[in-house]
């Protein structure tokens, strides 16, 4: 029994280990501006986990003309800024032809 906790413990170090390396090593936008992950304390509790599984990603799913979302958030943060994914992920969206050549 005692080699039960003992891989245990091990496993939850070596997790913890990798959760801070992660954190040193991944590159942040917290610096672009964009638009904020779509949660609140004015939603109930199952609309909030859903908005926060989803970020705003959803949102270019849920507009009523193909485009609507991005449109209004290149007129209204520029045309490179950060959107979240699902799960707390962010990524890095970009209309400007510059950028796009310089990444391919």
Request: net charge positive; no cysteine; charged share 25%.
């Given at each position: 029994?005692?080699?039960?906790?003992?891989?245990?413990?091990?496993?939850?170090?070596?997790?913890?280990?990798?959760?801070?390396?992660?954190?040193?090593?991944?590159r942040?936008?917290?610096?672009?501006?964009?638009?904020?992950?779509?949660?609140?304390?004015?939603?109930?509790?199952?609309?909030?986990?859903?908005?926060?599984?989803?970020g705003?990603?959803?949102?270019?799913?849920?507009?009523?003309?193909?485009?609507?979302?991005?449109?209004?958030?290149?007129?209204?943060?520029?045309?490179?800024?950060?959107?979240?994914?699902?799960?707390?992920?962010?990524?890095?969206?970009?209309?400007d032809?510059?950028?796009?050549?310089?990444?391919?």
């Amino acid at each position: 029994m005692p080699s039960v906790y003992l891989l245990a413990g091990s496993l939850f170090f070596l997790w913890v280990v990798q959760q801070i390396v992660k954190g040193y090593t991944r590159r942040s936008f917290d610096y672009l501006l964009g638009p904020p992950s779509r949660h609140g304390s004015s939603m109930d509790l199952n609309d909030r986990r859903r908005a926060d599984n989803a970020g705003n990603f959803s949102d270019l799913f849920r507009s009523n003309e193909i485009g609507d979302a991005d449109f209004a958030w290149i007129k209204e943060f520029g045309k490179t800024f950060r959107i979240h994914l699902p799960f707390g992920k962010e990524r890095l969206y970009t209309a400007d032809p510059k950028v796009s050549r310089s990444l391919s």
